[in-house]
């Protein structure tokens, strides 16, 4: 159902290797009663233009207040994150957030949950309901504008949420988990359309999963993460020729790849403890 009258232009990801996000030194520490939490302990990263990056690690590593951090909704106890050279202070238009769960209003239309940001800033017009009606179109909701989120299933209201972050036309997307929720076939269905619908509109990602296999498969670059204190152990390319295709997941290379992350999880498991 998607609009697919014409294949995307080959975009080159992480163009000319322009950095959009730079993260320096970053930390985040929790007071809580039993004594300060070190959630994030010194993260230094680069994220080039277009480039679409996974962030894999255990439970309690870090990874949601990376990116809280960087979609500026908790500040830092140490260092910076950056966004086009510009420390990240608060949230930014710019940046398109997706959670695990969509985060729909049962009463409001397909359409009419896309547009609500638009409602929320005040920008809704014809060009954005035009621009909201393509997207729809892009992630095959086209003939469900008029749906409400309960006549949805759990992977159609996640191509709501997707639309209404693409709507807005950001240029970083922020991903937790987006899919986690889903069953595994509508998983790599999504999985592929975001790849597909990013890489065409040049996005840059940043893509948490506890999946290894998605990591990597999704990837330019995989971050490992490991817990107490979460910290960044290491960082893998990814050089699988896009568009990606689900045979590549069956390569020998792919199999290796898996490997080295699963060597820097267990080894920085093994430090920490
Ligand atoms: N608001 C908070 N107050 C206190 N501690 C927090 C808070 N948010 C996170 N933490 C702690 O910081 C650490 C990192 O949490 P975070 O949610 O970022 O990890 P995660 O890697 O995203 O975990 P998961 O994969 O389970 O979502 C954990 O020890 C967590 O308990």
């Known amino acids: 159902m998607a ?26 520490t929790f007071a809580i009663d039993t004594g300060p939490v070190v959630a994030l302990e010194s993260v230094d990263l680069t994220i080039r233009k277009g480039e679409f990056v996974s962030f894999v690690g255990p439970s309690g590593c870090g990874k949601s207040t990376l990116l809280n951090m960087v979609a500026g909704l908790l500040p830092a106890s140490g260092g910076q994150a950056m966004l086009n050279g510009d420390v990240i202070e608060e949230p930014s238009r710019k940046v398109g957030f997706m959670f695990q769960t969509a985060v729909l209003l049962p009463w409001r239309t397909v359409e009419q949950n896309v547009l609500m940001p638009a409602e929320v800033f005040g920008t809704k017009n014809e060009a954005t309901r035009q621009k909201a009606r393509k997207v729809l179109e892009a992630v095959g909701l086209g003939d469900f504008t008029d749906a409400y989120p309960r006549q949805l299933s759990g992977g159609m209201q996640q191509r709501v949420s997707l639309a209404r972050t693409l709507t807005y036309e950001p240029d970083v997307l922020l991903m937790d988990e987006p899919f986690g929720a889903l069953d595994e076939f509508t998983r790599e ?62 390569s020998q290379k792919f199999t290796d790849l898996i490997f080295q992350v699963r060597g820097i999880l267990g080894h920085g498991q093994d430090n920490s403890s």
């Open 189 to 250: 269905a999504m999985n592929l359309e975001l790849m597909r619908i990013t890489q065409a509109a040049g996005i840059t990602v940043l893509f948490v999963t506890h999946n290894i296999s998605e990591a990597v498969f999704m990837a330019d670059r995989v971050v490992i993460m490991t817990p107490r204190p979460g910290k960044v152990s290491g960082v893998i390319d990814i050089d699988f020729p896009r568009p990606r295709v689900i045979e590549q997941m069956q």
């Open 3 to 28: 609009a697919q009258t014409q294949k995307p232009a080959p975009l080159e990801r992480a163009a000319q290797g322009v950095p959009i996000i730079e993260i320096e030194g970053l930390g985040k």
